[in-house]
């Protein structure tokens, strides 16, 4: 749909986008951007088409936190898996080189799993907050200095730095939300859903407003909300020209 303010009946159109096909990111960005022009026009608070943003507000909101509890699972999965393989390596070739028959290769990997007669072996399998603290004691005893030199025997004293380096990426785990995807559970399908029915029912506020109350706000609204809608729409476009490219090529 063209949007134009048609210079004989003053009329103008809400543009259309297809708001399925957007990803999470954009998505949310364009519900913003859009409903913010409220701002830049200085409706008054008690303007309808004011009122009618608090329930998009509110689930917004609700989406946000979804999608930032979904990423931080996501991340805490990612960085766990990191810190086990790490972690299965270490054990694996001190079990390894615990039955050499180099003695100071032997001794130096005995001594270091001596630390299993008191802690869990197969500690990788447990829940993650009780693999967390079983992991912290290991390392307590691993990273005292008269094990140095063991993990020197061993060459495994880069593989231990990089054990430590996962740890504490575990521990502080990135909880910055990547939303650039079109990953959507039902939790976030369901609250999408919502927001596209009342962002829609909110542009159509301001262009009955605009077209037959003569309300010159709600048409300043609606055409700037219509230059992100058309951003939005243009991503799309690419997007669909890229696909359809690649799959010529292939």
Known sequence: M????NTTSGYIYRESISLNALPNDRFISLIKNTTNVVNTVNLPPEHVA????NPINNNLAILDQILSNEKIELDRSEVDSARDADFVYIRTMLQANAISRDEAISTAAKSLLTVFSSFNINLDSLAL???TEELDRVMAVWTRDENKPHFETLALTADLDKLIASIKRYKDFNQTRGNNTNKQTPKVREI???LQKQLVMWLDILEGMANLNDDAACLQCLTEANVF???QSAYLKTKATRKADT???A
């Open 2 to 5: 063209i949007t134009q303010a």
């Open 247 to 249: 799959e010529v090529d």
């Open 50 to 53: 004011h009122i009618s943003l």
């Open 192 to 194: 999408r859903r919502y």
């Open 129 to 131: 907050d009780s693999q």
């Open 229 to 231: 809608i058309n951003t």
